[in-house]
């Protein structure tokens, strides 16, 4: 790990790493890797709850579910799917609100076991409807009608982030809806002002700084969700907003019979989405 983020030339990481205790092998302590992916999720949820993540992604799923609703020509149950769910806040604050309503499942899927088990735990110490699952998210027993995340986009590269939305393509799902970091230039400076401020540990500040640097352009995320049986569509795109208040923003993807439902259940609001027809009518 250490030669591999050298050579990447991320010196900063290579010594938030280099100082985790490790044994004589030079093999990390996975008790204190577990230790510090809850710590820094936990300044995570922070995050999550003072740019409002629940309320931002409930403005965009209550009316993609009033569409589903209307068009899928069946009753629930609905099953939402939250990808790389961390310690589980979105899942579990949609499960406080109810806000979706009770004819949708809320589960939230995660690779790492041992967020997964922490954000299970708090799931039943809240006394909440809703589940976590160690494993992939496309590999689920259940089809999903919904797919979800936040800030997962950006870990995806060049042929993986197609990939991402193709699997869900070829899925049973109606839609997706997927925030990530907004590529402004801005994004990277406003990134280490604010975790600089408010989170603790290094690795949560390294990274979200790095996180930004990451983040996909309007264009390439149009690009790569454009695959077959889904309309992408992207809210928010960077051209329309104030980039001193843009942070997240959030790539929609619907079956073709869901769009015109979905705008019309976002009203006035439908006039903030875009679809690659619109970026390739501005680039010329």
């Keep these: 790990m250490l030669r591999q983020l050298r050579e990447s030339g991320d010196k900063r990481a290579a010594r938030i ?40 992604m409930l403005h965009v799923l209550g ?14 149950p609905y099953r939402l799917v939250d990808v790389g769910c961390g310690l589980g806040y979105l899942v579990r604050w949609l499960a406080t609100t109810n806000a979706l309503g009770p004819d949708v499942e809320l589960v939230g899927v995660d690779l790492d076991a041992t967020l997964v088990g922490e954000a299970d735990r708090l799931a039943h110490a809240e006394g909440l409807d809703c589940r976590f699952v160690h494993g992939n998210a496309f590999d689920l027993p259940e089809a999903a009608t919904v797919y979800v995340s936040t800030g997962v986009l950006h870990h995806f590269r060049g042929a993986a982030l197609a990939e991402f ?9 109606h839609a997706f809806c997927h925030f990530d970091i907004a590529a402004t230039r801005l994004a990277p400076v406003g990134a280490w002002v604010f975790h600089r401020a408010r989170m603790r540990n290094p690795l949560g500040r390294h990274d979200g700084v790095v996180s930004a640097l990451r983040a996909h352009s309007d ?28 942070t997240l923003r959030p790539i929609i993807g ?31």
């Design 17 to 56: 790493v280099a100082g985790l205790p490790m044994d004589q092998d030079g093999v990390l302590d996975p008790y204190t890797v577990d230790r510090l992916l809850i710590s820094v999720h936990t300044e995570l949820q922070r995050l999550s709850e003072e740019l409002r993540i629940g309320e931002r």
């Design 219 to 246: 264009e390439t995320l149009l690009r790569a969700a454009a695959v077959p049986g889904i309309h992408a569509l992207l809210y928010e795109p960077r051209g329309a907003v104030n980039p001193f208040c843009t």
């Design 165 to 173: 939305f193709q699997a869900q393509a070829a899925s049973p799902a």
């Design 254 to 284: 619907v079956r073709p019979q869901f769009e015109a439902p979905l705008r019309r259940a976002l009203g006035r609001d439908a006039r903030r989405i875009v679809g690659p027809e619109h970026l390739a009518e501005a680039a010329r």
């Design 63 to 76: 009316p993609l579910f009033a569409a589903i609703r209307a068009t899928a020509g069946h009753a629930g």
